[in-house]
């Protein structure tokens, strides 16, 4: 896990490949149904790497990311994030070449999903649904849509067969062909310019536990051969983005048998869907980052000390899960989820910054979360452009010095306490310091809650 400088340099070279021809339909496309879910600055991209292909070609001229820079008016670090998530949805393959005069790469750009594949995939339609709304997303289904062609029984086929058309060839004329043959095939390098169709998004098989699955499963009730390829890529698809675990999948399946001993995928899929909102409320799933994203990682070696563990923990988990944890293992409220999403998206904080906001705000309320003192904190470190947890937890040391050097300028005229908050343990020992004249109590409950917090982060992490 590399920051982003160590992947790509404005020095480096590329040239953009197109899979097959992209049309101008693709367009609309990437504009109303993908932009939405990836945002502007990797729709930008997309489509500045489509203009530099010539009209019908399927390769481009060799530039530099300099250019690139230029072109966006954007940093180096944003368009490697976008390129991330371009390779995320399935719109950009990477490769690269390194030799002597440097690295080179080749973005091949993929075609998007047709209308019909999106609205039916079971995953990015969620999410745009999550995303624009229930009108706007009818809107859309209208748009990409058209009246029902009449029935084919009304009609009658008077179609004429290929050979009812043309006739064979004279044996003079099969001679000519067959002597130009040879040349028709010397051409060993080119390539036919086409278009290959788009593949849906799918989850990998390895992040859903199917052993497990197929141990809760009673072989009389779903038999072995009714867990097929495609069933298994739906139900990796549906535990990703539902969050879905093997005990609580073996129910959806369970209900989906029809009676033919197969699993209804529909059925499957509705099920899921049915219970995911009945348990948020009938809200539906949104498509943000759920960990925090590799370019943004610091903690590339496996850590030693304390630090170094909390930041791997914090880069590695979702908010949720911490929130969970520094709450007794209580889920949030729904005030609690709405103000972590708008923090997440409003002030596009990373998810681990996030964490260490959830650990700051609820340390110094009395593990409250409270959205005004929330929002006040994330307005804060949006403005510092604060991206990585390293940045997030020396702002909040530094903040915290701060008001411990203002508190005691103030104590030594009326003799007041310092303070009565809490304060997450990787602070400096200056800071800490500062804190020493909190009781004892108060000390040694931090310190079980911080060990059983740890220990249940690590549980997770297995």
């Keep these: ?19 097959g021809l992209l049309h101008d339909y693709d367009r609309k496309v990437l504009t109303f149904l993908y932009q939405p879910l990836i945002g502007s600055t ?44 371009l390779e995320g949805i399935g719109l950009l393959k990477t490769r690269v ?11 091949e750009l993929r075609p998007p999903l047709n209308p019909e594949q999106f609205f039916l995939d079971g995953m990015l339609n969620i999410y745009l649904y999550r995303k624009i709304g229930k009108n706007h997303f009818s809107r859309l289904k209208r748009f990409f849509s058209d009246q029902q062609k009449p029935s084919e029984d009304e009609y009658e086929d008077v179609t004429k067969a290929f050979q009812d058309v043309f006739a064979s060839a004279a044996p003079g004329s099969m001679q000519y062909i067959q002597g130009i043959s040879d040349e028709l095939h010397e ?57 879905i ?15 033919h001993e197969e699993v209804d995928i529909e059925e499957l899929r509705k099920g899921a869907r049915d ?19 590799i370019a943004l990682q610091t903690q590339i070696t496996e850590p030693k000390t304390q630090e170094e563990k909390l930041i791997r923990s914090y880069e ?3 908010p949720l899960i911490v929130f969970k944890e520094f709450s007794g293992g209580v889920e949030p409220s729904q005030t609690n989820l709405k103000t972590l999403e708008e923090i997440m ?17 609820m340390r110094k309320t009395d593990m409250k979360f409270t959205k005004g003192f929330v929002e006040s904190i994330a307005s804060h470190w949006a403005r510092k452009q604060v991206k990585t947890v390293k940045e997030a937890m020396e702002l909040a040391k530094n903040e915290e010095q701060k008001v411990t050097q203002s508190k005691k300028a103030g104590k030594s005229i009326n003799k007041k306490p310092i303070r009565t908050e809490l304060i997450p343990d990787w602070f400096d020992e200056s800071t800490q310091d500062a804190s020493k004249e909190q009781t004892q109590g108060n000390t040694n409950e931090v310190e079980a809650k911080k060990r059983a917090i740890e220990e249940k982060l690590k549980a997770f992490r297995k």
Excluded at 50 to 76: C, D, F, G, I
Excluded at 345 to 361: D, F, H, Q, S, T
């Design 245 to 259: 675990d093997p005990i609580e999948m073996k129910n959806f399946i369970l209900g989906a048998i029809n009676e």
């Design 1 to 19: 896990m590399a920051q982003h400088w160590q992947e790509i340099l404005p020095i480096d070279r590329y040239i953009v490949a197109a899979d």
């Design 97 to 107: 070449k390194t030799n002597e005069g440097g690295r080179s790469f080749l973005y």
């Design 316 to 318: 590695t988990i979702p």
């Design 187 to 243: 051409e060993e390098n080119q390539q036919f310019i086409g278009r290959a169709e788009a593949n849906p998004i799918q989850i990998g098989l390895d992040t859903f536990d199917f052993d497990m699955l197929a141990a809760g499963l009673n072989e009389s009730l779903v038999p072995k051969k009714a867990l097929t390829a495609k069933v298994k890529n739906v139900i990796s698809n549906l535990a990703f983005l539902y969050q």
């Design 42 to 85: 990797c729709f930008s991209l997309y489509m500045t790497l489509w203009a530099e292909l010539e009209e019908n070609r399927l390769w481009s001229e060799s530039s530099t990311h300099h250019l690139l820079m230029n072109l966006l008016e954007v940093n180096l670090k944003d368009i490697y994030e976008a390129r991330l998530k």
């Design 345 to 361: 998206i409003k002030y596009k904080l990373p998810p681990g910054v996030v964490n260490v906001l959830i650990e700051v705000a």
């Design 275 to 293: 219970w995911y909102q009945f348990v948020n409320y009938d809200q539906l799933p949104s498509l943000i980052n759920r960990t925090q994203p």
